[in-house]
């Protein structure tokens, strides 16, 4: 039960489609940023099973050749999806469907705390029967609430996502002539508990869990430059792509090097992730979607959420029971595709499966 921050990146949380109106006309949808939102998930899967790889070779080459740069460079081709996630995060609050009021504000919230709640739970259950988690879980479960342990890793983006959003949707809120003084105080506690829960506990010797929800700069700062870019006009950065692909390219390169032979796991506030980021999001900004393919899009981008939440339990299953350090090359890069592809179709199978049934609103 990991009580630090995950050295793994994991997706943004999909807001629903809004029927926001500008200026009495239907706001576009960009299906852009529905393709940009759908390959940071299927990133997602990709980074974490190749930390997996990884780890089963100890993080080290020596362990295992085949299966650590199989790893390690899958772990780096998903690098950019959280800086993106925050990216479009803020495209959405600030542009693409800002809440002009704090109904709309709860609304939204409420979509996200609720899976997060549900999700909490399984994954404490899970931890149990799996023999990984390190206390109670009565203790674990009030941790969880105060985000000072995380019964799954990739639960932390949400505690700092939700944050976030409540930072950014006073901007739209104050412009549409609202005065959000819940929100204000709401963002005050957030800002001062963790100070006040580290004086607790020094004053009274008790033993008060940290306060986890929080975020930080480098978050809010890819937020507003993401809603930035994202909302730039069709050709704003030039009309040819190859140029953004390429320089994605190097950067991905930049990256591994980085995480071989300096630090892994490299920081989300690397001017290389930042460069990388911004090169992916442009070599997609504007891009045409087929509308051959736009419902399938829109259908797996609904279900990102929910395969977020849920891909840590195939993930946990299907790497344990076959990635081995032994492997060679060929074996282990046949093996991650195998598992991740696996990994990724589970997740969505059964976020629709569940969407279908009427459980979004609890499993997301």
Known sequence: MSTTATPH????????QSPATQGGAPREHRFDIDLIRLT?????????????????????????AGVYWTGLIADCLGRFAVPTFFAIAGWAVLVGAPPKDAARLRQRLVRILVPLAVWTAVYLVWGRWRGTNDGPIGDLALESLFASVRPAYHLWYLYAYVPVIM?????????AGKRPWGLAAALLVIASAPTLAGDLARLTDGDIPRFGWSFGA??????????????????????????????????????????????????????????????FVIALHRVRVPERIR?????????????????ILFEDVLTDAFVRPDLGWPAAVALFVAVSGAITALS???TLLWRRLGLARLLG
């Open 348 to 350: 969505f199978a059964a």
């Open 40 to 64: 940071c998930s299927v990133g997602v899967i990709v980074s974490h099973t190749g930390a997996a790889f990884m780890d089963a070779a100890g993080r080290k080459a020596s362990g295992g």
């Open 9 to 16: 990146p994991v997706p943004a949380v999909p807001s629903r």
């Open 218 to 279: 480098y978050q809010v700062i890819y937020a507003v430059l993401g809603a930035l870019l994202l909302a730039a006009p069709a050709a704003a950065f030039g009309r040819r792509r190859l140029p953004w692909v390429l320089l994605a390219g190097a950067s991905l390169a930049a990256v591994a090097v980085y995480q071989h032979k300096v630090h892994y796991v490299i920081p989300n506030a690397s001017v290389v992730i930042a460069v990388f980021t911004g090169a």
């Open 167 to 175: 930072l950014l949707a006073l901007v739209p809120m104050v412009k």
């Open 295 to 311: 419902p399938t899009v829109t259908r797996l981008v609904n279900a990102t959420f929910g395969a977020y939440m849920v891909h």
